[in-house]
């Protein structure tokens, strides 16, 4: 399985490429473009590996990934059951600094769109209610032809150079690109912890599945995701519980149980190191 390239297509007939997802899982290896990428997800929820960061996507999310940048939408478990009736769906451009023309950016007016390439590196998530219109603007640009498409595009990228309804991916810019050896060896990493999470993982084990001493993994890995593997998957885990949580049909004890930890102590501390509150405080915050 190789996870990196990823070619985009180009065609003579469109100067930036569009792409509807549509299918019972998205495409789950780790893989980077040269292009900056956004995303509208439709439906489905998941993780989104992106460098650095772990986060959970769900329906409306819009996403901006940087060029070069490792990253993958994994679904959870449930949309890979044989019989699941879920699906996944997204809408996804790609384009870079000259789609637009080589010059367009020089323009004193394009201020703000030179800004937010330059900050795609770090990856961005816009999310809530106030993102309407964006979501909006997105669909619509999949309608369009000709003229009018190039007009929405602007549009939709001078919608994300002003809005602050955002956060950043990554708290700096990514800019080390993975070769296709170090990016089956992660996407081997992350689909071994996204499997496993739910019971106790030995770091020997991980190493095992990179192929590496357990020294020299631990290295690896920190030195590939700026964290330390326990780091990444108490992060999953929290994830997870989180959308355990959500769903209000289980006790935090029986929940902290299947998302791998141990005991409930442990897991209301790595819960807080995580989300910066405790478990039954984000479930009183779902009241409101």
Known sequence: M???????????????????DEEKHFYDTLHQHPEIQVT??????????????????????????GPNAPHVFRNDASYYEAHSSKKAKALTFFFDRSTLGASFLDLPEAKGLVTLIEEAG??????????E?????????FR????????????????????????????????????????????????????????????????EVANMTKTAFCRYFKQHTRKT?????????????????????????????????????????RFKEVKSTSPSAFVKSLSY
């Open 2 to 20: 190789k996870a990196l390239p990823f070619k985009i297509p180009k065609t003579e007939q469109v100067s930036f490429h569009t792409q509807v």
């Open 40 to 65: 509208l997800i439709e439906e489905s929820h998941g993780t989104l590996i992106y460098g650095d960061y772990l986060g959970s996507f769900e329906p409306g999310d819009v996403f901006v990934i």
């Open 122 to 131: 770090r990856g961005m998530k816009f999310s809530g209610g106030h993102i």
């Open 133 to 141: 219109q964006l979501r909006e603007k997105i669909r619509s640009l």
């Open 144 to 207: 369009l032809e000709g003229l009018d498409r190039i007009i929405a595009l602007i549009e939709i990228l001078k919608d994300l150079s002003i809005s602050s309804d955002f956060d950043y991916l990554s708290g700096q810019l990514f800019t080390k690109k993975v070769n296709e050896i170090e990016g089956k060896r992660l996407n081997d990493i992350f689909n071994f912890t996204m499997k496993e999470y739910s019971r106790p993982i030995q770091l020997v084990e991980v190493a």
């Open 229 to 269: 593997y326990l780091d990444f998957l108490n992060e999953y885990r929290v994830g997870q519980a989180c959308k355990m949580l959500r769903e209000r049909d289980k006790p935090i004890a029986q929940i902290a149980f299947e998302c791998g930890f141990n005991n409930l102590s442990n897991f209301n501390r």
